[in-house]
């Protein structure tokens, strides 16, 4: 799987109901197999987004990267499948169309439980490092939160 190390339009417009992001070169780049593959404006340097429908538009648009004499050439359609790029278009349309992306209910409260187990860990580090530190005012007023 590839995933976008660094994606900034060079220059965004908006024409209807249409957004246009359009790449340049270091503005784009993927990561694949561990090394940095960079943005070649030699094929398709833009995306095409439906702002009604949030739908990319041009998927047959092929995209080049390169990392010294390798190159990588991939249509849009599947440069979304196999990476993480519509977080990094969302993220990018979020903040040019000032757009709210509502996030499901099921992931909020996921995240939500982790962050309780989390803080949950936390505590039970701190109330260790008292013990190890023998902090004994520290490890009271952790416990006495407990009862």
Do not use: C, W
């Not at 593959?37 to 538009?57: A, C, D, M």
């Not at 979304?80 to 209910?105: F, N, Y």
């Not at 439980?113 to 013990?131: H, N, S, T, V, W």
Request: net charge negative; proline share 3%.
């Amino acid at each position: 799987m590839l995933s976008v190390q660094r994606m900034t339009p060079f220059f965004t417009s908006q024409e209807d109901f249409r957004l246009r992001l359009v790449f340049a070169y270091q503005y784009f780049s993927i990561i694949k197999g561990g090394e940095v593959y960079q943005f070649v404006p030699s094929e398709g340097k833009e995306i095409v987004v439906n702002v009604k429908s949030l739908q990319v538009e041009n998927l047959g648009e092929v995209f080049v990267f390169q990392r010294g004499s390798k190159f990588i050439r991939l249509p849009l359609y599947q440069l979304l499948l196999i990476s993480d790029l519509h977080l990094h278009l969302s993220t990018i349309l979020e903040g040019t169309l000032k757009l709210k992306i509502e996030m499901p209910e099921v992931v909020i409260a996921e995240a939500g439980q982790l962050i309780e187990e989390l803080e949950a860990e936390y505590y039970d580090r701190m109330i260790d490092y008292a013990l190890e530190t023998k902090n004994r005012s520290l490890f009271i007023q952790l416990t006495e939160g407990m009862l």
